[in-house]
């Protein structure tokens, strides 16, 4: 009797199947489930764009209609990542278009996209409707105009803080007349501006709008005009917020605002005018998500606003919020989920003088029960403090405290931050991501590898004293994935000791430690499932063994060596004459 | 625990109060490891073989593992290298060459010069970026805040921002400008794979610059493209508004005082 699930019937049952990773553990099932599971995926996701070819990727999910990919790791985000060192768009782009050529959807993040990338994406995929680059590069505003004028049935086009060359507005103005679908445009990183009438024609066409960001050059007033057109949106971000308005002007804004039954999420307020507030309260009771990152209004205007928002799920602000506007949102907000925290001053350090410390986060800690979700800039903080907040919030999932002092000590007892730390991992048994900071010994990290088990992401900086920290946190958090750590005193023992862990890990960074060439190159040797990639913008001219790099980037690939490495970039395959005879290994 | 200060670059530390230097290279007293702390690096000295063994495998248990290695630094950083990208070493004088985490951006024209580390807070250049020209909006002083300025290279894949508040002549610029596209001539980026450039190994932008290969040109305040060099430094930090580094051959005509603008054309 064959028992075997006949794969219409299997293909039928994985259609409801949409989570990657349930896919992955089908696909391991047998021969022919992986068959049948491959041949019906249609969201790929590949988080490290050099772990696996293009091809290979084409090769097994010829279904694929959506594709999302990362390229350069995490620190690239802070300049640590020299130009140059890859992340490129353009194989995959040219892949997919030859293999996949039903492509409906790309996101990219920390990519770089070129012009000829996004040209080849309008010519290449007939029913194009989704892209979305996140912190991507390289691409200039005609690129823009490429994918607008082609791509007819575009329903998402989103720029997320990406470095665009920006050679003018124009390129709005290449969407069709009969391009009606579009849903969600984001265009808020660009500089220049764009013609307001083809905005609003644009958006007067769109029924289905429900994201629209604008970028700075948007005036107040023409706000106006487009929330009239669109008063349906579910996510809005405006432009700048701080035109003069006569007060009719500002009156029939306030009543287009007020129109808006459907909006969730509020961005941009470049610039706003504490006057101009009152504008938004009609819309704060509806809001879920509010982004005053960039919003450099002070205190006390922004108390009226946050309480009114008493549905906010996700808040972003700057420290000018300060411990008081924190207050209120721990008794306004109850169903704050994530809170993010930004300095406001320039350069972020001695730059702030508001009155921001660590009891900001302890009433948030306090009063927002489902708080999970946590990034705070702070220019010092306590043990106290830490103990307070893991007490009250074991269900934190990311805890990303960044002291922006390097090496400061507990402020109230000069004590390493060790035990905050320590409070944190092992109230919170689910925490996920954390990012550590200020004066932090080997200790602590004891900690994190006795209690982290859950933890997949953890970066470091300025800390640590000594080999064992980077052993604690190898040998200990079973979950980790991602590890990345700069200016830290350690390299070669952990790292080789614990050489085998690396492969179940995504990958690790470390920037400016302690490591040797010669351990880069014993690990390369005897890890062939890893690229291990030295990156040295100056290297010495003979590289001794011992002399330290500058940056070693570490992560698993079915790929093999990759194919575009600048120079900077070192890996075994470049030298293979090197030897083995002066290293022992046990 | 003791922290050690290592001896810095004065001119880096400036008025950072509360930043201490931490000596990375093993000096301080790691009483949780095993005594065998590494010796001062003081000298050139020969590799030491049996102390650069390494081992591969997981340790036996959770004690401190054996610090078996003794590293020495040795080549300490030539003198005159210009580093304009991350960590400048700190030179200790009485010991080689240790690494603090103390970097420079080029020379520093802010009145009060902090120690700026890269990368660090760990905020995202867009933000950056975009906070700076917040404040300079709102200043009404001049020159303080910093001044960013596109940079672009004919066949380079993309540009590059750079704050000419941080260089305070033509040659910190040209340096810098030389270190970012060298990437770019030296034809490394591999961008699309079969039709890449050939590499031209051993050639610097430098020398392609000096060879009259590229030229640095800028965009002035009235839209015109000129060629970079001729003005006072001043002068020209206040008009300039793009740079790019254009071929040889198309900026034949260009003169200081040109006023054809060129195409920005792939």
């Not at chain 1, 010669?518 to 890893?530: E, N, V, W, Y």
């Not at chain 2, 050939?198 to 493209?225: A, Q």
Request: net charge neutral.
């Amino acid at each position: 009797m064959d028992l075997r699930l006949p794969s219409k019937v299997l293909e039928h049952i994985l259609s409801f199947v949409d989570s990657n990773e349930d896919r992955n553990s089908v696909s391991l099932v047998c021969k022919s489930w992986f068959e049948t599971e491959r041949r019906t995926r249609k969201r790929v996701i590949v988080r490290n764009c050099y772990a696996v070819t293009p091809e290979a990727v084409a090769r097994r999910f010829p279904e694929m209609r959506s594709l999302t990919l990362k390229g350069k790791p995490h620190f690239a985000d802070y300049n640590l990542v020299p130009d140059g060192w890859g992340g490129y768009a353009w194989p995959w782009i040219e892949a997919m278009a030859e293999k996949c050529p039903s492509l409906e959807e790309l996101r990219l993040k920390r990519m770089v996209v070129t012009d000829e990338c996004l040209e080849k994406i309008a010519a290449s995929f007939k029913d194009f409707k989704v892209l979305v680059l996140t912190s991507c590069e390289g691409f200039s505003t005609d690129g823009l105009a490429a994918i607008a004028v082609a791509c007819s049935n575009l329903r998402e086009l989103e720029l997320r803080e990406c470095i665009v060359e920006d050679l003018g507005g124009d390129w709005l103005s290449y969407f069709p007349e009969t391009l009606t679908s579009l849903v969600s445009l984001d265009f808020s990183c660009l500089d220049s501006e764009v013609k307001l009438s083809d905005l609003e024609r644009l958006v007067s066409r769109s029924p289905n709008l429900k994201s629209l960001k604008l970028n700075r050059a948007v005036s107040l007033d023409a706000l106006g005009s487009l929330l009239r057109l669109a008063p349906q949106l579910v996510e809005l971000g405006t432009g700048s917020f701080s035109d003069k308005l006569d007060q009719e002007a500002v009156s029939k804004l306030s009543q287009a605002f007020s129109e808006m039954k459907e909006l969730k999420s509020l961005s941009g307020l470049w610039d706003v005018l504490p006057e101009y507030i009152p504008l938004l309260y009609s819309v704060c009771p509806g809001l879920t998500s509010l982004n005053l990152s960039y919003a450099t209004v002070q205190m006390p205007d922004l108390l009226e606003l946050l309480t009114r928002c008493s549905n906010l799920q996700k808040l972003w602000v700057m420290d000018l919020i300060e411990d008081k506007g924190l207050e209120v949102v721990a008794s306004s907000c109850k169903e704050l989920r994530e809170l993010r925290v930004f300095p406001s001053g320039a350069e972020g350090l001695n730059d702030t003088n508001v009155a921001m410390t660590e009891q900001g986060l302890v009433s948030v800690s306090e009063g927002c029960p489902n708080l999970e979700s946590v990034l705070y800039f702070c220019v010092q903080f306590t043990n106290a403090a830490m103990v307070t907040i893991a007490r009250n919030r074991p269900n934190l999932k990311c805890f990303r405290l960044c002291v922006m002092e390097p090496f400061a000590p507990d402020h109230k007892t000069q004590k390493p931050l060790d035990e905050g730390f320590k409070a944190i991992v092992e109230r919170c048994k689910d925490l996920q991501r954390l990012s550590v900071s200020g004066l932090l010994t080997d200790k602590a990290f004891e900690y994190i590898g006795t209690h982290g088990k859950k933890l997949r992401m953890l970066s470091i900086a300025f800390a640590g004293d000594s080999d064992l920290m980077l052993h604690h946190l190898l040998s200990g958090c079973e979950s980790l994935n991602k590890l990345e750590i700069r200016d830290c005193p350690f390299g070669d023992t952990a790292l080789v000791a614990n050489a085998a862990k690396l492969e179940t890990m995504r990958s690790l960074w470390m920037s400016s430690c302690c490591v040797s060439f010669g351990a880069c190159k014993l690990l390369s040797q005897k890890m062939p499932k890893l690229n291990v990639e030295v990156i040295d913008e100056h290297p010495l001219e003979t590289r001794p063994d011992s002399s330290p790099v500058e940056r070693i980037y570490i992560y698993r690939t079915l790929a093999g060596p990759r194919l575009d490495m600048p120079e900077f970039v070192w890996t075994i395959q470049k030298n293979p004459e090197i030897g083995v005879s002066h290293l022992a290994i046990k | 625990m003791s922290y050690q200060l290592l001896s810095v670059d004065k001119e880096g530390l400036a008025t950072s109060p509360g930043l201490k230097e931490r000596n990375y290279m093993g000096l301080s007293d790691c009483s949780s490891v095993d005594s065998s702390t590494i010796p001062n690096v003081d000298k050139k000295s020969s590799l030491n073989f049996k102390a650069t063994e390494l081992r591969l495998g997981l340790p036996e248990s959770s004690q401190s593992p054996q610090r078996e290695t003794d590293y020495r630094l040795l080549s300490p950083r030539t003198p005159d290298e210009k580093l304009l990208f991350p960590l400048l070493p700190c030179k200790d004088h009485a010991s080689g060459n240790k690494r603090g985490y103390l970097a420079k951006s080029g020379s520093n024209n802010a009145p009060a010069a902090k120690a700026q580390v890269v990368g660090w807070p760990p905020i995202r250049s867009y933000r950056k970026n975009t906070m700076a020209s917040s404040t300079s909006k709102n200043t009404n002083e001049v020159g303080l805040g910093p001044l960013f300025v596109k940079v672009s290279m004919d066949g380079a894949p993309y540009l590059r921002k750079v704050d000419l508040r941080t260089y305070t002549c033509y040659q910190h610029l040209s340096s810098a400008l030389e270190k970012m596209f060298s990437c770019f001539t030296l034809g490394q980026c591999g961008l699309h794979g079969a039709h890449g450039r050939e590499r031209m190994s051993e050639v610097k932008l430098k020398d392609l610059l000096h060879g009259s290969e590229f030229v640095l040109t800028y965009e002035d305040k009235d839209g015109d493209w000129m060629l970079v060099g001729d003005v006072p430094w001043e002068i020209f930090t206040e008009s300039c508004r793009k740079l790019k580094i254009m071929k040889g051959s198309d900026s034949i005509g260009l003169a200081p005082s040109a006023v054809e603008k060129s195409k920005n054309k792939d």
